[in-house]
């Protein structure tokens, strides 16, 4: 590849230091959140075979100025739907991956409703996919 011009290149670094775009890892309690913030990162946040490990929000950077925002599972008595948005509010989160291991509860709901009305994209994540059983038992 050719070298590029010496203001294309500046153009391309100051598009890059002006990047700050935060996702979240949200969801239910216990759904692999911190296991894909680990393989998307290359990281190793704690996982754990105990519910809700994660008790505040970690950072992770990821690409060039990305960040991955790894956060505790909702709808405990610690992070109620209401808290869980004041969290998104104060990370200024621009998109969630919503990581879901069981049926969407009402208040994975309500929160679904928030990301939608804020107009925070979604990405909605089933995970523990080899632990389905069909209608048969099997």
Same mark, same amino acid.
């Given at each position: 590849?050719?070298?590029?011009?010496?203001?294309?290149?500046?153009?391309?670094?100051?598009?890059?230091?002006?990047?700050?775009?935060?996702?979240?890892?949200?969801?239910?309690?216990?759904?692999?959140?911190?296991?894909?913030?680990?393989?998307?990162?290359?990281?190793?946040?704690? /996982?754990?075979?105990?519910?809700?490990?994660?008790?505040?929000? =970690?950072?992770?950077? $990821?690409?060039?100025?990305?960040? #991955?925002? %790894?956060?505790?599972?909702?709808?405990?008595?610690?992070?109620?739907?209401?808290?869980?948005?004041?969290?998104?509010?104060?990370?200024?989160?621009?998109?969630?991956?919503?990581?879901?291991?069981?049926?969407?509860?009402?208040?994975?709901?309500? /929160?679904?409703?928030?990301?939608?009305?804020?107009?925070?994209? =979604?990405?909605?994540? $089933?995970?523990?996919?080899?632990? #389905?059983? %069909?209608?048969?038992?099997?």
């Amino acid at each position: 590849m050719a070298d590029q011009h010496p203001l294309v290149e500046d153009y391309f670094e100051y598009v890059k230091s002006t990047i700050d775009y935060r996702i979240a890892v949200a969801g239910q309690v216990d759904a692999g959140k911190s296991a894909l913030v680990n393989a998307l990162t290359g990281e190793n946040s704690h /996982i754990s075979t105990e519910t809700d490990a994660t008790r505040d929000v =970690v950072s992770y950077p $990821y690409k060039d100025k990305g960040e #991955l925002l %790894d956060f505790p599972g909702v709808g405990t008595t610690e992070f109620s739907p209401k808290q869980y948005k004041k969290l998104f509010k104060k990370y200024k989160v621009k998109h969630v991956l919503y990581v879901f291991s069981s049926k969407i509860r009402d208040v994975d709901e309500k /929160i679904i409703r928030f990301l939608a009305k804020n107009k925070i994209k =979604v990405t909605f994540i $089933y995970s523990k996919l080899d632990t #389905l059983v %069909d209608v048969t038992g099997k």
